[in-house]
């Protein structure tokens, strides 16, 4: 057996691994990282065997460096991209733009901005590549083209997702805003609503969901027109509207102003879940599906029920309660919800109550289309995005996540004049 044939084999065994049993170990043992750890050091080894074997077998470099990249090994798996490219990998377009993504991570902007051009000349259609060419353009500072870039990626997604919408090319001192946002919470089934609320042909979606350019410094010092620029140009004689979903928007105060200041009749839609439920989804995705947070559950909310205790008030945007976890003071709700209508009037906002959502989400997306005023329109499907599928919480964590929420409940029912019932549920 010569050594070309062994590459293969190796490669093959290591796709296996890769493509069949670590995806269905994912979905059986979410709650098992050691698992999944095991099995992606495998299918490396498998990978790096086969290069061993013959180091000009492109399509292990790719695969490898795709390996890494999940792993955030970004120098490693930029040499695997570019030596995929120097042996001839057949689909160059899917190799530049893994290339410029890991680029981007290490802050290699120029060299980042290559990259994509490159993947574009390939496949002058996918949105996402324009997507990450804009990106890569800010971050150096160029905004003047990465506003073009975006408009251009905006044109190739609603071109895919609206194909009945001809949108106008806008002059950057005129372009359209959106009309709505969906400003929280996490783990609440934003996600979903997004999703559902982009399927009707009156409701054009953003470049990209979260833009988070109203509460973060980074992006909010780039301009007003940058941030139009991830919208579809969009005339209002065609009755379409549009808007996006960040939901880290609510516990933002400094993003309410703001947007005050430039859109005071802007609609937002809010969805709040049972707080203790909300924690515990908030918690495995982040210790689980990203890998953020290496605390157990209880060490996570004894922490910083600890903290609240010490400084009630606490700032979700400082580094140092970043660092320590922020699934309890996201989920009071009140003090947020407070805020923003403290500044905006009441009628201009929907508040929905997730678990109606779950339930029901023909009705309650039948209600956010009434809300935004455009023509009542039946989906196919109402599909669940991003759903966990988690171990049980213990009663110790249970009992006392509802404790400390039941005050902040109480607080939100009062305020908003409509029951929640989440203390009873």
Request: glycine letters at 4%.
């Amino acid at each position: 057996m010569n050594q070309k044939t062994i590459s293969t084999q190796l490669f093959d065994f290591g796709s296996f691994l890769e493509t069949q049993v670590l995806s269905k170990v994912s979905k059986q043992f979410r709650q098992s990282s050691i698992i999944r750890l095991y099995i992606e050091t495998i299918t490396i080894l498998f990978y790096r065997l086969a290069i061993d074997f013959d180091s000009s077998f492109a399509n292990v470099h790719c695969q490898l460096g795709k390996c890494l990249a999940k792993k955030k090994q970004w120098e490693e798996a930029i040499v695997c991209y570019e030596r995929a490219i120097a042996n001839d990998y057949s689909n160059l377009f899917d190799v530049y733009y893994n290339l410029g993504q890991a680029l981007q991570k290490l802050e290699k902007f120029e060299e980042a901005i290559i990259a994509f051009r490159n993947s574009l000349k390939i496949d002058p259609k996918h949105h996402w590549a324009y997507i990450f060419l804009g990106e890569a353009l800010s971050s150096k500072g160029e905004i003047s083209e990465a506003i073009e870039i975006y408009q251009a990626a905006s044109q190739k997604q609603i071109a895919r997702t609206h194909p009945h919408v001809i949108l106008k090319q806008q002059k950057k001192s005129s372009l359209s805003a959106p009309n709505f946002l969906v400003i929280g919470q996490a783990k609440c089934g934003t996600t979903s609503l997004y999703t559902y609320l982009t399927q009707h042909p009156q409701i054009l979606p953003p470049i990209r969901r979260e833009i988070n350019f109203w509460n973060r410094e980074s992006t909010f010092s780039r301009g007003l027109s940058w941030y139009l620029a991830h919208f579809p140009s969009t005339a209002s004689k065609e009755k379409l509207i549009t808007g996006e979903a960040t939901t880290t928007y609510l516990d933002s105060y400094k993003a309410a102003q703001r947007i005050f200041q430039f859109f005071p009749k802007m609609k937002f839609i809010i969805l709040l879940r049972n707080p203790v439920d909300r924690v515990y989804s908030h918690y495995y995705m982040n210790s689980h599906r990203y890998g953020w947070d290496n605390r157990s559950l209880k060490e996570a909310i004894f922490s910083e029920l600890d903290l609240l205790a010490q400084k009630p008030k606490v700032d979700l945007h400082s580094q140092v309660y970043a660092t320590n976890g922020f699934y309890i003071t996201r989920s009071t709700y009140i003090e947020s919800v407070r805020q923003w209508m403290e500044l905006f009037p009441k009628e201009q906002f929907l508040i929905l109550k997730s678990e109606d959502l779950f339930a029901n989400p023909d009705a309650i997306v039948k209600q956010v289309f009434q809300f935004l005023g455009v023509e009542p329109y039946e989906l196919q499907e109402y599909r669940n995005q991003n759903k966990g599928d988690y171990p049980p919480i213990s009663q110790l964590i249970h009992d006392t996540l509802s404790d400390y929420f039941r005050p902040f409940n109480q607080q939100l029912e009062e305020y908003l004049d409509r029951k929640f019932n989440w203390n009873i549920e």
